[in-house]
């Protein structure tokens, strides 16, 4: 069964501050995937990474993919408090389903 | 409408007795998704659909749930006698074609049903 993990599972982070969040997932997969979570709220998709080397910015989050590695990163510039949320890596495999990792709760203090 | 929409947005049932949750997906998608978060996780996938086909029913935890699409848009997940490992956010998904069939690559989430076993 294809495993991903992320880390930290929890953050906290000054305003301002710069920080990366971290995917590793355990078999082969194309195609890694980054949603947001708020509390109560559903998941919005922020990245969907297709390739090695991918790299994609929105706004203060860049996403990258290493398929080498099986790592992709979530990069945070200059945080501020609307970043604050529960953040989810996942990838898809040969089969119908998104296997998610467990998350990390970033919460950006001033 | 606008996105997927889940009913009802908070169930709290009776150990033991049947639910019925519901899920609207975005109009003309093909894929449908069930998946089940419990609290502090991240969503495990339950089954799935494309149009009224169950292709893929693999997470499914027990006999208990089931799922159907019967006219490949409305799909409604039933729990029998619940019980209180079933308490979670119950998220539905769709995709607008197959899943991973050529370029279709995302898909769009339902803000969840929160059920509570008591």
């Known amino acids: 069964e294809l495993k991903v993990e992320q880390n930290p599972l929890f953050l906290s982070m000054q305003e301002g501050k710069n920080y990366t969040i971290y995917c590793n997932y355990s078999?082969?997969?194309?195609?890694l995937y980054w949603y947001r979570q708020d509390p109560g709220k559903s998941l919005e998709s922020l990245f969907v990474?297709?390739?090695?080397?991918a790299v994609k910015q929105e706004g203060r989050l860049m996403a990258s993919l290493d398929t080498k590695a099986r790592l992709s990163t979530l990069h945070i510039t200059a945080a501020v408090h609307d970043l604050s949320a529960t953040y989810f890596c996942?990838?898809?495999?040969?089969?119908?389903?998104?296997?998610f990792g467990t998350g990390t709760s970033l919460t950006v203090i001033p | 409408g606008a996105g997927v929409s889940q009913s009802p947005r908070y169930k709290v049932a009776k150990r033991g007795q049947d639910v019925a949750l519901r899920c609207d997906p975005i109009?003309?998608?093909?894929?449908l998704f069930w998946y089940q978060q419990a609290l502090g996780q991240g969503p495990e996938f339950l089954t799935y659909?494309?149009?009224?086909?169950?292709?893929?029913k693999s997470g499914l935890p027990s006999d208990r749930f089931f799922a159907e699409r019967p006219e490949g848009s409305v799909s409604t997940l039933k729990i029998q006698r619940t019980q209180q490992e079933d308490s979670a956010v119950y998220l539905c998904?769709?995709?607008?074609?197959?899943?991973?069939?050529?370029?279709?690559?995302?898909?769009?989430f339902g803000q969840g049903t929160r059920l509570t076993v008591v």
């Open positions: 998904a769709s995709s607008l074609d197959a899943w991973l069939v050529g370029l279709n690559t995302e898909a769009f």
């Open positions: 078999t082969t997969s194309d195609r």
């Open positions: 996942a990838v898809t495999s040969t089969g119908n389903q998104f296997y």
């Open positions: 659909f494309q149009n009224e086909a169950q292709l893929d």
């Open positions: 990474l297709l390739s090695n080397g």
């Open positions: 109009s003309g998608h093909v894929s």
